[in-house]
């Protein structure tokens, strides 16, 4: 099954520690990607390969992985953050693609 | 500076057809895969379809499976989605999204890196 599963919303406040979930059988043998996306704008990859953060990102986006599970964490969150997240997979060919149903972060 | 532009969105009746064009500049466009990603009023991201560098692999969701045809033309750094049989669950904004890799790279990476700003379709009579 490739279904992923996250929390709706997560509250923190500013320069708290957040961690946003995303739960799937597939995530034990398969990569997951990050995205987020705030109102009226396109999504913004944030996290690759599970632990990768891609250029311009800041180094307070992290991402780790156990089992079924993996999970954003964004340290010393800013308003800035505020923002809905979005985990994806792909199966192992890249023929199938899947989002998380999002997060909604209030900060 | 990477950019994609999306156009050809609209108003469409069910069982209609439209076609959504994405321009983009700024890398070698036939050496990445290319996808589209859509997102309905409210609701969350949902993969449609992807094509790779050459074109020559294309997939595609179930739920627009032998509806939706993507394609690209690597002289014109364009690539396309032609929408047939189109249904109210369509409605949504359609972003153009390039692919970190391409298929068959060694180490294999399925995000997308770089998002276009979104064309908004509307299927309603």
């Known amino acids: 099954s490739y279904d992923l599963t996250q929390p709706p919303s997560v509250s923190v406040s500013p320069g708290q520690t957040a961690r946003i979930t995303c739960s799937g059988d597939a995530l034990s043998q398969q990569y997951a990607y990050w995205y987020h996306q705030k109102p009226g704008q396109a999504p913004i990859l944030v996290i690759y390969k599970d632990t990768k953060r891609p250029s311009g990102i800041p180094e307070r986006f992290s991402g780790s992985s156990s089992g079924t599970t993996v999970t954003l964490t964004i340290s010393g969150v800013q308003a800035e953050d505020e923002a809905d997240y979005y985990c994806?997979?792909?199966?192992?060919?890249?023929?199938?693609?899947?989002f998380g149903g999002g997060t909604k972060l209030t900060v | 500076e990477v950019e994609l532009l999306e156009s050809g969105g609209g108003l469409v009746q069910p069982g209609g057809s439209l076609r959504l064009s994405c321009a983009a500049s700024g890398f070698t466009f036939s050496s990445y895969a290319m996808s589209w990603v859509r997102q309905a009023p409210g609701k969350g991201l949902e993969w449609v379809s992807s094509?790779?560098?050459?074109?020559?692999?294309?997939y595609y969701a179930d739920s627009v499976k032998g509806r939706f045809t993507i394609s690209r033309d690597n002289s014109k750094k364009t690539l396309y989605v032609q929408m047939n049989s189109l249904r109210a669950e369509d409605t949504a904004v359609y972003y153009c999204?390039?692919?970190?890799?391409?298929?068959?790279?060694?180490?294999?990476?399925?995000?997308?890196?770089?998002w276009g700003q979104g064309t908004t379709v509307t299927v309603s009579s």
């Open positions: 994806q997979l792909a199966d192992s060919s890249g023929t199938y693609r899947v």
């Open positions: 094509i790779s560098g050459s074109g020559g692999r294309t």
């Open positions: 999204a390039k692919d970190f890799g391409d298929y068959g790279d060694s180490y294999p990476n399925y995000s997308m890196d770089v």
